[in-house]
């Protein structure tokens, strides 16, 4: 698993486009882990979210992989994300992950450790309240991404691009999240 990835994207929106970067991964193959019955549910709704928009995050346009994830997330397909969308992205990605552990290497599972950090630290609200520039309690797509410059290239190859993401500006949205950021942007620079 190319697990720099799925730290990339969870650099710039925590649960939502994390799921997208997780796209890229190449995920391992399934293997029960010791969830619950809902967990694991959960979990495989995830996994089949990220089979089968791996092969568009990984060579397509940032937009094609962003607009995937955007699709999982917004449960009532009002084109928006609202903070309970996000929560049960956030709740559903980390049952897969835990699912998923066992199958991966110690150095994916270390990165793995510090995105779930991230994850665990950034409230849905708190995060919808940190990026929700129109004040509707919701996430637009525009909203979620005003912070990059989305072009041609895959989410990954921008989120690598100093010039790319206005990283303070991502950084003052997450608040008490930005120090983790700093550490997971690091982390995929070092994997370059």
Not at 164 to 176: F, N, R, T
Request: proline residues 6%.
């Amino acid at each position: 698993m190319r697990t720099a990835r799925f730290l990339a994207l969870g650099l710039c929106a925590a649960p939502l486009l994390l799921a997208g970067a997780l796209l890229a991964a190449n995920p391992a193959p399934s293997q029960a882990g010791s969830l619950g019955d809902a967990e694991m549910i959960g979990a495989k709704r995830f996994d089949s979210f990220m089979l089968k928009a791996a092969g568009p995050c990984a060579v397509e346009p940032a937009k094609t992989c962003i607009d995937q994830a955007w699709a999982f997330a917004d449960r009532d397909r009002d084109g928006e994300v609202a903070p309970g969308e996000l929560a049960a992205v956030q709740n559903e990605m980390m049952a897969w992950a835990d699912w998923k552990k066992p199958t991966m290497s110690a150095r994916d599972r270390a990165s793995l450790a510090i995105a779930q950090m991230l994850v665990h630290s950034i409230k849905p609200a708190l995060f919808v309240r940190g990026f929700d520039s129109d004040g509707d309690g919701r996430l637009s797509e525009a909203e979620l991404t005003q912070d990059l410059t989305l072009d041609k290239r895959p989410l990954l190859e921008i989120l690598r691009d100093r010039a790319a993401v206005d990283w303070p500006a991502v950084q003052e949205h997450l608040g008490s999240a930005a120090p983790l950021i700093a550490l997971l942007a690091q982390a995929a620079q070092a994997r370059r």
